[in-house]
């Protein structure tokens, strides 16, 4: 490994920045780029709804499952060895998943283009840390944070773009010039490791933690299609999931070298930290698979107006990330995170308010305060979770800090999909209860629209409307469940010790 004091005396730090946020962008981008397109990859590979989503779920597993091998990889192969094989692993992956013939090839190429790219967002992390002083840290983690937060907020408009101008291969395509770019500053800048130590590794902890993992996923994917609890297939894969834990955990707590060093929970900021970014991981990514349906479906926006309408979150990102790179050395970073925890809690109360008969206003308006909230924090996490933590340890603190991430999102996404179909469901029962031939006659509003439940047509149309207002008083529900989780974290910030920056 490289001493930290010879990563910032050297000369071209400025391309090894560049062209690590290249590869930030490029792997961050691609675990939202494919939402709005995933439509048409559906209807391209004759696939259902369940089985399209796997295009997504499958890239999330396969890093979740990877990112903490990376502080491993790291330290035996040589930092620059590891990111520089990343990032071809996942252009090559990239490639494939555009030529992709059949969902399940399309599946597997997922698989290897987030197993192989999962280096690449920690490592970049940990080199940034690296050439930088201390004093420098916020700004530095406001420039990662800008990649690694922006990109998948900008993903779903460029994804849109793409696949309507072109077609859904381009969301995978578009990586291609970007990891070349990225791969040539790298061999040209970043100076080889050195000091490496093979340590021995733990293929018992790892296929533990991986086990528990990816029986996890699968829980969650499939429990809504199963019925959840009631399904053997769904028990089964629970149990394995909590047993794979716990002995992950038993193991690294008794092992004399575990996969994952217990030093690392040991530091209190660093743990905190943790519980916040499992809390950006569910608000940032639930908030971005939830977006693209109602706007589609629910509001018939064209695919690129969708994508169009939720980019300026990315704006508030960039703005609230900037900013706060220059606060965090003269202020006390819990207090920014309190303000950005507040931020985006509003964010999510502007959109309890949102209706079918809204123009495009609130969903711009509420996506900048959540951005610039969720930038806030994000910027003083990177900074105040790892100013504490030994150099040593910093290549698998990245990486298990974005493994919680992930996490945060699987869970997110998986829990606030099944209460939007569950309540969506509730909600049409409810509301169908109350409407009645006698009630749509004397309607105004249901005569103008020509609305009858004399005729199939009529029926059909009132089914529609019943089905509209459930859902989104059904999405209203998931953003208050989310704000009211937002408020509930903020007395934890308490638990930070403050240090100096």
């Known amino acids: 490994m490289t001493d930290g004091a010879d990563f910032a005396a050297i000369p071209n730090r400025g391309l090894i920045t560049v062209s690590v946020m290249l590869a930030t962008v490029m792997y961050a981008l691609d675990s939202t780029i494919a939402n709005v397109a995933l439509p048409h990859i559906q209807s391209s590979m004759a696939a259902t709804q369940d089985q399209a989503v796997w295009v ?12 903490p091998l990376t502080g491993w990889l790291a330290n035996a192969f040589g930092r620059r060895e590891v990111f520089l094989v990343s990032i071809s692993v996942f252009v090559a992956a990239s490639a494939l998943c555009g030529i992709a013939t059949s969902l399940n090839q399309l599946v597997l190429f997922r698989i290897i283009q987030g197993a192989g790219g999962a280096a690449l967002v920690p490592l970049s992390q940990a080199i940034l840390l690296e050439i930088n002083a201390p004093k420098d840290y916020g700004r530095a983690m406001s420039v990662w944070g800008i990649g690694a937060t922006l990109a998948p907020v900008l993903g779903p408009a460029l994804g849109g773009w793409l696949t309507d101008n072109y077609s859904w291969r381009w969301v995978f ?53 199963l019925d959840w609890f009631s399904s053997t297939e769904i028990m089964s894969e629970a149990t394995v ?26 530091d209190r900021n660093f743990a905190t930290a943790n519980l916040f970014l499992f809390l950006i991981g569910i608000v940032l990514f639930a908030t971005l698979a939830l977006l693209p349906p109602l706007l589609q479906n629910k509001m018939h926006y064209p695919v690129v107006l969708a994508g169009l309408v939720i980019a300026p979150r990315g704006v508030g990102t960039i703005l609230g990330m900037l900013l706060v790179g220059r606060l965090v050395p003269r202020f006390d970073a819990r207090l920014i995170m309190v303000a950005g925890l507040g931020l985006t809690a509003y964010s999510l109360w502007l959109m309890t308010h949102y209706s079918l008969l809204m123009d495009s206003g609130p969903v711009i308006i509420a996506g900048l305060f959540q951005g610039a909230g969720i930038g806030a924090v994000n910027v003083c996490l990177s900074a105040v979770g790892f100013i504490t933590l030994p150099a040593a340890l910093r290549n698998e603190g990245t990486a298990i800090s974005n493994l919680i991430r992930n996490i945060g999102a699987a869970i997110g996404i998986s829990v606030l999909v099944f209460l939007l179909t569950r309540n969506s469901q509730r ?17 105004p509003a249901a005569a103008a629209a020509h609305m009858t439940a004399a005729t199939t047509k009529g029926l059909m149309m009132l089914d529609n409307m019943i089905s509209d207002q459930s859902a989104m008083i059904a ?27």
């Open 56 to 67: 997504l779920t499958s890239y999330i597993v396969a890093a979740a499952v990877m990112y």
């Open 173 to 225: 395509y578009i990586n291609l010039p970007i990891g070349l770019i990225a791969f040539a500053g790298l061999f040209l800048s970043l100076p080889a490791s050195r000091n490496l130590h093979a340590a021995r590794f733990d293929f018992f902890g790892f296929a533990a933690l991986s086990l528990a993992i990816a029986a996890f996923q699968l829980m969650l994917d499939r429990g809504q299609l």
């Open 475 to 501: 999405y209203i529900d998931d953003f208050r469940l989310m704000m009211v989780l937002t408020l509930l974290t903020i007395p934890f910030i308490l638990l930070f010790r403050r240090a100096k920056l």
């Open 427 to 443: 909600l049409h029962a409810s509301l169908g209860e109350h409407i009645t031939a006698y009630n749509i006659a004397g309607n």
């Open 241 to 266: 999931a909590a047993f794979c834990f716990y002995v992950f955990v038993i193991h690294m707590l008794s092992s004399n070298a575990p996969f994952v060093s217990p030093a690392l929970f040991r």
